[in-house]
């Protein structure tokens, strides 16, 4: 019994997500740099800024421990996650996969989406893809590069609202919920029906999956949910009342991280706790999550549109810049309704530096929703770029007792 117990203390001490959060370093280091910060900090409830930083350290052994420090952190407090959402759905519809394998399944399997409800449409096709066809693995690829809104509404009607929401419970992400597809209008009972899915792998029917219901709501106790002093209806007409986010998607920052830890390092929680994925899942993820859009040939994309950092926000905001060979940026973002929101593990491979970043900031003046005049630019894309930069310097100075081996993350991208 005492051998039992001396392990399973091991295990706990090596493996623990957790010491208690430090709620003040972080603003204390925005402090020191007035420059940058003095206006958030000024106004913390009118930016609604929320941040949590989680450094790693690493045993002799290279297993994980993490210290967390957060600003402002409030998982009542009500922000839209916008496209945050999709990476939780990527996971969740790679696990249905690895449930129905038996039925010959797979992620590269033909995926044919048909209607059965008003306002669903079909997909047939996919001409980004190498093959021209659809599937699981390419709308992944889709989600996690450039953040394609089809692509997650896709795998939403695959694993089904209700399982979405079951599996967020599971994994005790209990300060979220995914209720709606995105960029379609998707609300209320339209977003409760998703449609008819048939799988094959060439000619063969290997999965048939009818249309779904979900009549549940998956309430939370949220503040913040009524916000501003107008917005743009569907007509583009200036409607005077605030607007009102009730019944949307909620996916709190604290959920958002611990589903990137859980995801970068499985082996830092309980077997039980950890996601049913194959290591070609999580090759495919991390693969994906931090390839750029110019290194990607299907999907192809113009270089344009979608520049090398695009995505990631917490390091570069949206310049469009050449990116540091030596690092790379594992990371889900959103940015809607005036929100901008990064979910990021960062890795430099020269300097041994690896942490995990989440933020959220908001900017809008006029206080009218839905009238495409938020400040990015101004306010929240350089608030993002500053916060990564100082974390980033943070890291470059933090003296660590065990060398960081980092080579789990040096992927091949020409896959």
Known sequence: MKRILIIAFSSISIFAMAQKTDTVFLRKLMETKPELFSSILNHPDKNQVQILYTQVNRDVKNRPTFKTFSYNLDPHHYFYPASTVKLAAVIFALEKINRLKNTGLTAKSTMITDSAYKGQTKVLTDTSAKNGLPSIEHYVKKILLTSDNDAFNRLFEFIGRAEINEKLKANGLNDSRILNRLAIGDAGESAKHTNPIKFYNGSQLVY??????DPKDYELQLTNLVMGKGYLDSADKLVNKPFSLAGKNAFAINDQQKLMQKLIFPEAFPTNERFNLTAEDYKLIYTYMSKYPTESDYPKYDHKEFWTTYAKMLYY????????PNIRIFNKYGD????IIDNSYFVDFKNRIEY????????????????????????????????????????????????????KFKLDYSY
């Open 356 to 407: 995990f970043l989440t933020a959220v900031v908001q900017s809008n003046e006029d206080g009218i929703f839905n009238d495409n005049k938020y400040e990015y630019d101004t306010v929240c894309f350089p608030f993002m770029k500053n916060l990564g930069k100082s974390i980033y310097e943070v890291e470059l100075n933090r003296k660590k007792m065990h060398r960081t081996d980092l080579s």
């Open 208 to 213: 048939d999956q009818p249309a779904q219901y």
């Open 317 to 324: 905001g949206r310049e469009k810049i050449t990116p540091a």
């Open 336 to 339: 809607s309704y005036g929100y």
